[in-house]
C-alpha cells in the first residue's frame, strides 16, 4: 500500500481540495485520521461528493470531533482521549490518501503532532501552500521539519491568487518541484477536480 499524506502550512489552505484530486487521479482511497468541526460536513463527505470514480474507498476517521478547533482542544472540550496508538491504517491494498487537520505541528494531544503521524504512518507527503502575508515562513518551516524527520516530500501545490516572487522563492529554498498550481475557483466541484486531475497522475 503506498501512503500519500496530504499537509499544508496552515489551516484552511486547500488539503481537502488537493487530496481530491489525487484520489481521482489514482482511484486511490481516501482517509482523514482526526476530523475536527463536523458542524457543516467533513473532510470525507467533500471528498466523496466531489470524485466521480466508483473505485475509492473513503474510510471513517479515528476521530470526529465537533468543534471547529485544535483536535487536542477540541477533544478536551468533548472529553474525548485521543489516544495516539489507536489510530492505525485502514486495512486496503489500494493506494491510500491522508489528510491531515491544519499544519504539520497541529497537536492531536498533550503529547503528538500532525507530523508524528505522517512519520508513524511511514508516508510520503504532498505541501500545500496557499499564499498570503507570511506564508512564505510558513512554508519553509514546514518543509524543513517534514525534512528534520526525514519524511520525503513528493512536491509542492500552490493554492489561490498566483504569487511567482513567492512561489520562486519557496521552490528554490526547498529545492522541491512544484505539482500543480490551483487558481481560485468560484466554487469547487466534481468539473474542477478533473480539471486539474492529470497534474497528479504521474505522482
Known sequence: MRKIFVTGIGTDVGKTVVSSILVEAKKADYWKPVQAGT???????KVQKWITNT???????AYCLKEHMSPHAAAESEGVDVDFEKITLPETSNTLIIEGAGGVMV?????????DLIKKFDAEAIVVIQNYLGSINHSLLTIDALKHRGINILGLVFNGSPHPLSKEIILKYSGLPCISWIIKEPAINKDVILKYKKDFENI
Open 39 to 45: 458542524y457543516y460536513a467533513t473532510d470525507s463527505q
Open 55 to 61: 473505485q475509492s474507498v473513503i474510510h471513517p476517521e
Open 107 to 115: 497537536p492531536i494531544n498533550n503529547t503528538h503532532y500532525i507530523i
